[in-house]
């Protein structure tokens, strides 16, 4: 459960020699850089590296064409040292290709959504059989073509007859709008025009280039849009072409740009005097003999390996040890955060307690293999990494619905422990009383444990606070393991325990000791700041820490009743559907084991997931680690602006 062991590497050597141990021992290496200047702030002499990145603008420029070309960013061998120059000369020429293409492109789509637009005004005039262009070029008379709202048309549809000036003929009534034409005489269309603009009327300017009828000027245009369409995929096609025997190149000039802008971007973590570079890095334990053989090939090269307990004021990050259960929950982990490097991985510890309570709260054989295998499909199908989580939590359910013997709710086709039937634990109760009993004893047993991860933390930590005198250290756990012990021996065996000779050194002491942590954890330290310690300020806060102290034992102890209460509902509903389903309705019965799937999962997963949080985490668990993130080069990511 603990994270992996760091060592800090720091290593000097000429400057002109600094790209190629880069390139050997850090880029794409087990190599977690830090800031050197900060971490030598009192070494004199020692200045930051000149930044001015000559790769950058080209690898900015080959994302572009990438994303221009429709291509993935993605790695592709290269070999040798490319020229700046002749690289800025092959992207002149890729992006003029790709400018030309999107301007031939553009034209086409441009000429097919304009033989579109006027096929679908024309469509309006369908039914009419004279030619457009006798219509529009009429020495004596004017026409318009357009449309009003049809609200105006039916309210002015009389007048409109009735005036000698004009001709109005709808040729498509729709709902909202009437579509039409209007005729008038050369004289009389300045006035009937303002007319038809008071009603709304919008006046669609047909095509000079439209001939025929409207039918055979649809068909026309709808040949030329055809048409534009054919060469709109064949540009399509040319660059889909050109983009295939780019992409070896480009993918290679890409990859050798992306390796080099960021091979020279780790100058912002070294530092240089006059003629020495230095720079830092975390390098795992397992991986540090390995570093250091491929720093042997440069013998001019210093290279001082230290441990973080011979370091102050130093933070190593954090890299978790890999294992299946603690990769599936590790981001409920990082939602809580990430652990420090002197605290154990709870990565484990969470994934057996998840599993534990989720099952006990949905324990049904059925339901529990059906979870698990929506959860595999999540996983495998749709990539998600919550569907692994469901999985594991589907098949705990599963087999603690062997336990309880439920099959999709039906209790009677295996044996097992039957939540509401009579118990014979307790004779004369149900079994409902014996699982909240029984999860009330799992919250403190689940309380002592975390309670024992905090000293093993403290241990970890040289933190005596936490160790010996915090509400979760050794006093925390005497105390509070010591009040359970007199409270069931006397209210089970009848053997009081509340006298003086138990009282005072398991409940009292440990109170006084929580009481008092801050000097005393001081004292501890030899930390002569013990003696600064105002006895007013320790006792006038600590009474009312103390109070939150003792709440919070009983209110999380409490709070695991829920684990039990989860599992008795999950029998309601399940009761609740079979009542509904009568003399065994199918559909009902399905429905019903869906929607308990469904709506209880989502409600146990967020109820064990505060158990995690509030009721164990808060009680061992620091977080505020650091990730630990190697230089590597991820090629299929798009390189961010720093």
Same mark, same amino acid.
């Given at each position: 459960?603990?994270?992996?062991?760091?060592?800090?590497?720091?290593?000097?050597?000429?400057?002109?020699?600094?790209?190629?141990?880069?390139?050997?021992?850090?880029?794409?290496?087990?190599?977690?850089?830090?800031?050197?200047?900060?971490?030598?702030?009192?070494?004199?002499?020692?200045?930051?590296?000149?930044?001015?990145?000559?790769?950058?603008? *080209?690898?900015?420029?080959?994302?572009?064409?990438?994303?221009?070309?429709?291509?993935?960013?993605?790695?592709?061998?290269?070999?040798?040292?490319?020229?700046?120059?002749?690289?800025?000369?092959?992207?002149?020429?890729?992006?003029?290709?790709?400018?030309?293409?999107?301007?031939?492109?553009?034209?086409?789509?441009?000429?097919?959504?304009?033989?579109?637009?006027?096929?679908?005004?024309?469509?309006?005039l369908q039914g009419l059989a004279?030619?457009?262009?006798?219509?529009?070029?009429?020495?004596?008379?004017?026409?318009?073509?357009?449309?009003?709202?049809?609200?105006?048309?039916?309210?002015?549809?009389?007048?409109?007859?009735?005036?000698?000036?004009?001709?109005?003929?709808?040729?498509?009534?729709?709902?909202?709008?009437?579509?039409?034409?209007? &005729?008038?005489?050369?004289?009389?269309?300045?006035?009937?025009?303002?007319?038809?603009?008071?009603?709304?009327?919008?006046?669609?300017?047909?095509?000079?280039?439209?001939?025929?009828?409207?039918?055979?000027?649809?068909?026309?245009?709808?040949?030329?849009?055809?048409?534009?369409?054919?060469? @709109?995929?064949?540009?399509?096609?040319?660059?889909?072409?050109?983009?295939?025997?780019?992409?070896?190149?480009?993918?290679?000039?890409?990859?050798?740009?992306?390796?080099?802008?960021?091979?020279?971007?780790?100058?912002?973590?070294?530092?240089?005097?006059?003629?020495?570079?230095?720079?830092?890095?975390?390098?795992?334990?397992?991986?540090?003999?390995?570093?250091?053989?491929?720093?042997?090939?440069?013998?001019?090269?210093?290279?001082?390996?230290?441990?973080?307990?011979?370091?102050?004021?130093?933070?190593?990050?954090?890299?978790?040890?890999?294992s299946f259960f603690g990769r599936?929950?590790?981001?409920?982990?990082?939602?809580?955060? *990430?652990?420090?490097?002197?605290?154990?991985?709870?990565?484990?510890?969470?994934?057996?307690?998840?599993?534990? &309570?989720?099952?006990?709260?949905?324990?049904?054989?059925?339901?529990?293999?059906? @979870?698990?295998?929506?959860? %595999?499909?999540?996983?495998?199908?749709?990539?998600?990494?919550?569907?692994?989580?469901?999985?594991?939590?589907?098949?705990?359910?599963?087999?603690?619905?062997?336990?309880?013997?439920?099959?999709?709710?039906?209790?009677?086709?295996?044996?097992?422990?039957?939540?509401?039937?009579?118990?014979?634990?307790?004779?004369?109760?149900?079994?409902? %009383?014996?699982?909240?009993?029984?999860?009330?004893?799992?919250?403190?047993?689940?309380?002592?444990?975390?309670?024992?991860?905090?000293?093993?933390?403290?241990?970890?930590?040289?933190?005596?606070?936490?160790?010996?005198?915090?509400?979760?250290?050794?006093?925390?756990?005497?105390?509070? /393991? $010591?009040?359970?012990?007199?409270?069931?021996?006397?209210?089970?065996?009848?053997?009081?325990? &509340?006298?003086?000779?138990?009282?005072?050194p398991v409940l009292v002491l440990?109170?006084?000791?929580?009481?008092?942590?801050?000097?005393?954890?001081?004292?501890?330290? $030899?930390?002569?700041?013990?003696?600064?310690?105002?006895?007013?300020?320790? *006792?006038?806060?600590?009474?009312?820490?103390?109070?939150?102290?003792?709440?919070?034992?009983?209110?999380?102890? *409490?709070?695991?009743?829920?684990?039990?209460?989860?599992?008795?509902?999950?029998? /309601?509903?399940?009761?609740?559907?079979?009542?509904?389903?009568?003399?065994?309705?199918?559909?009902?019965?399905?429905?019903?084991?869906?929607?308990?799937?469904?709506?209880? $999962?989502?409600?146990?997963?967020?109820?064990?997931?505060?158990?995690?949080?509030?009721?164990?985490?808060?009680? &061992?668990?620091?977080? /505020?680690?650091?990730?630990?993130?190697?230089?590597?080069?991820?090629?299929?990511?798009?390189?961010?602006?720093?």
């Amino acid at each position: 459960m603990s994270v992996v062991a760091m060592k800090l590497l720091t290593v000097a050597g000429p400057l002109e020699q600094f790209d190629d141990v880069v390139s050997a021992c850090v880029l794409d290496q087990e190599f977690h850089p830090e800031y050197t200047l900060h971490m030598m702030d009192r070494v004199s002499g020692l200045h930051p590296f000149p930044l001015s990145n000559a790769y950058a603008p *080209l690898l900015r420029r080959a994302q572009e064409v990438l994303e221009e070309l429709g291509l993935q960013p993605a790695y592709a061998p290269f070999e040798g040292e490319e020229d700046l120059e002749a690289l800025e000369a092959y992207f002149d020429r890729l992006e003029q290709t790709v400018k030309d293409l999107e301007e031939r492109r553009a034209t086409q789509r441009r000429l097919l959504e304009e033989d579109r637009s006027v096929s679908q005004e024309l469509t309006h005039l369908q039914g009419l059989a004279t030619d457009l262009e006798h219509l529009q070029n009429m020495k004596y008379a004017r026409f318009r073509y357009g449309y009003l709202p049809r609200d105006t048309y039916d309210s002015f549809q009389t007048a409109l007859n009735d005036n000698a000036d004009l001709f109005f003929f709808p040729t498509m009534v729709e709902a909202r709008k009437v579509y039409g034409i209007y &005729f008038t005489t050369k004289e009389a269309h300045q006035r009937v025009d303002s007319l038809f603009n008071s009603l709304h009327f919008v006046r669609i300017q047909l095509d000079p280039a439209v001939h025929g009828t409207p039918e055979e000027a649809i068909g026309a245009l709808e040949k030329l849009a055809a048409k534009a369409e054919d060469k @709109l995929a064949a540009l399509d096609k040319e660059q889909a072409d050109f983009a295939q025997r780019e992409s070896p190149r480009l993918h290679a000039v890409y990859s050798w740009l992306r390796y080099h802008s960021e091979r020279y971007d780790l100058r912002r973590y070294a530092a240089r005097s006059r003629e020495t570079f230095y720079l830092m890095g975390w390098v795992p334990e397992p991986e540090l003999e390995n570093l250091t053989k491929k720093l042997d090939a440069f013998p001019d090269c210093s290279c001082v390996v230290d441990s973080p307990r011979d370091l102050q004021g130093v933070r190593p990050p954090t890299k978790l040890k890999s294992s299946f259960f603690g990769r599936v929950f590790r981001p409920f982990l990082e939602m809580y955060g *990430l652990p420090n490097y002197q605290e154990l991985d709870p990565s484990i510890f969470m994934a057996f307690t998840y599993c534990l &309570f989720f099952g006990i709260m949905f324990g049904d054989l059925g339901q529990g293999l059906g @979870l698990a295998l929506i959860g %595999l499909i999540l996983s495998k199908w749709k990539k998600m990494w919550l569907g692994n989580i469901i999985t594991c939590c589907g098949l705990s359910g599963a087999l603690f619905g062997c336990v309880y013997g439920s099959v999709f709710g039906y209790e009677d086709i295996l044996p097992g422990f039957k939540i509401m039937e009579e118990s014979n634990l307790l004779p004369g109760s149900s079994n409902v %009383l014996v699982l909240l009993l029984l999860s009330v004893a799992l919250g403190i047993g689940m309380i002592c444990v975390v309670m024992v991860l905090n000293i093993v933390n403290g241990i970890r930590q040289h933190n005596f606070e936490k160790i010996f005198f915090g509400p979760n250290g050794l006093a925390g756990l005497v105390f509070y /393991g $010591g009040l359970i012990l007199a409270a069931v021996s006397t209210l089970l065996f009848g053997v009081n325990l &509340f006298v003086p000779a138990y009282v005072l050194p398991v409940l009292v002491l440990p109170l006084v000791c929580i009481l008092l942590r801050e000097p005393l954890s001081l004292l501890a330290a $030899g930390d002569p700041e013990w003696k600064h310690v105002k006895p007013s300020e320790v *006792l006038g806060t600590g009474f009312f820490e103390l109070f939150e102290t003792l709440l919070s034992y009983l209110t999380n102890t *409490l709070s695991f009743m829920r684990v039990g209460a989860y599992a008795i509902t999950h029998v /309601g509903l399940m009761m609740v559907v079979q009542m509904l389903a009568g003399s065994g309705n199918l559909v009902v019965i399905v429905l019903g084991n869906l929607f308990v799937m469904g709506f209880e $999962g989502l409600l146990v997963g967020i109820q064990v997931l505060r158990l995690e949080f509030y009721e164990l985490f808060g009680r &061992f668990y620091d977080d /505020g680690g650091i990730p630990y993130v190697p230089a590597k080069i991820d090629y299929s990511v798009l390189e961010s602006n720093h």
